[in-house]
């Protein structure tokens, strides 16, 4: 990991994360992934929006964009089109990808631009308070719902799925080797491509949920975590309280980029 450091890391650790947080493994998963296909790092370009999650792009040696909240995802739509070349990867909360950033998230899904997104998920806004995010579990306590959390929360691969993303994949930071394979993979995809990774957040829902230490938070995402393998040969009962890690969902379908690029040519009467 140290020659990873070396190679794709700012001088600027350590980071601010709080002890505990998952954030810095979905970031060493995100570089280990780039490391794996052997990404050009002048053409490759990390954006975040606003949040925890956000700061790993301050702290990775690439083109990177800390943008302001939210716009992480139209941002990337702007240099994927000026740069198609580019791999072009984002990485977003889940407050800022689909609350203040949900529409551009859902439309740039539909679009099927080439893009890859992480979304940290640590079901909450850690960095601004403590607030409930649309991803905050049913009942979950949170400084905004202190009598519990009363929204329904999304899917977040589900609405990937539904608002036409072509690669949707799931793993948890207990399952780090998985999770730096499917980034990877969503690299490499050509589509908009989303992995939501389940990262814990010891200090703002931990403590208001009661969930214990940081290595108790990692235990029930690997006791309540099973491969769409495993999940297929498992009966209803046994799927109570379980999510799906893998991929989810993979399909074929034009490409935002070079659909815009064809309406270019004919512009210009090529």
Request: aromatic content about 8%.
């Amino acid at each position: 990991m140290e020659e990873l450091i070396q190679k794709y890391f700012r001088p600027k650790l350590p980071h601010i994360w709080c002890p505990g947080c998952g954030n810095g493994i979905v970031t060493a998963c995100v570089v280990r992934a780039i490391d794996k296909l052997k990404l050009d790092q002048d053409q490759t370009a990390i954006v975040s929006g606003i949040g925890c999650s956000s700061r790993a792009s301050g702290y990775l040696n690439f083109d990177t964009l800390h943008t302001a909240h939210g716009r992480a995802i139209p941002f990337a739509t702007g240099v994927k089109l000026v740069k198609p070349a580019h791999n072009v990867i984002v990485l977003t909360g889940d407050g800022d990808a689909t609350a203040i950033g949900g529409n551009h998230f859902i439309h740039a899904a539909r679009r099927n631009i080439n893009l890859t997104i992480v979304v940290f998920n640590n079901n909450i806004y850690g960095m601004t308070g403590g607030q409930y995010s649309p991803l905050t579990p049913h009942n979950s306590f949170a400084t905004t719902a202190p009598f519990g959390n009363v929204d329904r929360p999304f899917d977040l691969c589900e609405l990937a799925k539904g608002a036409g993303a072509t690669f949707v994949a799931r793993a948890t930071t207990y399952h780090a080797p998985l999770l730096t394979d499917l980034i990877a993979q969503a690299i490499e995809h050509e589509g908009f491509a989303v992995v939501e990774a389940i990262t814990a957040c010891p200090i703002s829902f931990g403590r208001q949920n009661k969930l214990g230490s940081p290595a108790n938070m990692i235990k029930w995402q690997r006791d309540h975590a099973v491969t769409v393998e495993a999940m297929s040969k498992m009966k209803p009962e046994q799927l109570a309280g379980k999510f799906a890690i893998g991929i989810l969902h993979r399909s074929e379908s034009p490409e935002y980029g070079a659909e815009y690029q064809k309406v270019i040519r004919q512009a210009m009467g090529e």
